[in-house]
């Protein structure tokens, strides 16, 4: 995914996140501001979204292969969709990768959501049986899901030597956690009074928006921020 954002917090409309702000996920997809490897997002897009605990909890996603800018019916239902937790990408895709909605992020393996925004060769990662799709990053998201999210940052490393161009830039909530990296490319934390957002580039003009340094680690949950170096 070349764009994704996150959300932890109170619950709020999907839409508040994703739709209406100014610079947010709909207009990144056609006008980013601050991408390095392409020039838009047309290439799909994915919302995942966590029920409320006290209702089980579970992760839910409404994808798509066709740009965000055009849809009209997550226009029209994304202000009813509430979550505490959020984690939502626009899509455009490495060369050579299928373009479906099995290859559009958030992928899951039932517990968390992940997106991943960049490029790592295939041949690198794991052989598996569990990935969504033969897509770069559902490869990525199976490795990392098979060993842990709680060794997200070791298996950046990891694949980083092994490939030493990628660009590993992970998102991924479990609905009381969010974890993000950088590695390759940019990400932006807001901390607003009712919650903290994740993005690969501030969806507004304002000034609270901090730039997360390269090669870090950040993770958000009830007790707040930690961003802590990669290497
Ligand atoms: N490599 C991933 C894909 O093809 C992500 C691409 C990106 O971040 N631009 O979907």
């Not at 209406?20 to 991408?35: E, F, I, K, N, T």
Request: with cysteine; glycine share 8%; charged share 20%.
């Amino acid at each position: 995914m070349c764009r994704h954002l996150g959300w932890l917090g109170a619950e709020v409309p999907v839409s508040s996140l994703v739709l209406d702000p100014p610079h947010g996920l709909r207009v990144q997809s056609y006008a980013p501001r601050r991408q390095k490897h392409c020039l838009l997002n047309a290439d799909g897009w994915g919302v995942g979204f966590f029920d409320r605990p006290s209702e089980g909890g579970l992760p839910r996603r409404w994808r798509s292969q066709a740009p965000l800018w055009g849809d009209v019916s997550f226009d029209s239902v994304a202000p009813a969709l509430r979550s505490h937790c959020v984690v939502a990408a626009v899509r455009s895709a490495t060369v050579g990768m299928p373009i479906d909605v099995s290859a559009t992020a958030p992928f899951t393996d039932g517990q968390w959501l992940l997106s991943h925004n960049g490029i790592v060769d295939r041949a690198v990662l794991p052989a598996t049986s569990s990935a969504e799709s033969v897509c770069d990053s559902a490869l990525l998201a199976a490795a990392i899901f098979e060993r842990g999210l709680d060794a997200l940052g070791e298996t950046i490393v990891d694949v980083a030597s092994a490939d030493p161009s990628a660009r590993l830039n992970i998102l991924a909530a479990n609905g009381s956690r969010l974890l993000a990296t950088t590695w390759g490319d940019t990400l932006c934390i807001l901390r607003r009074a009712d919650g903290v957002v994740v993005a690969s580039e501030p969806y507004d003009n304002d000034s609270e928006w901090e730039d997360v340094p390269d090669r870090h680690l950040v993770e958000v949950a009830a007790d707040g921020v930690t961003m802590t170096p990669l290497d």
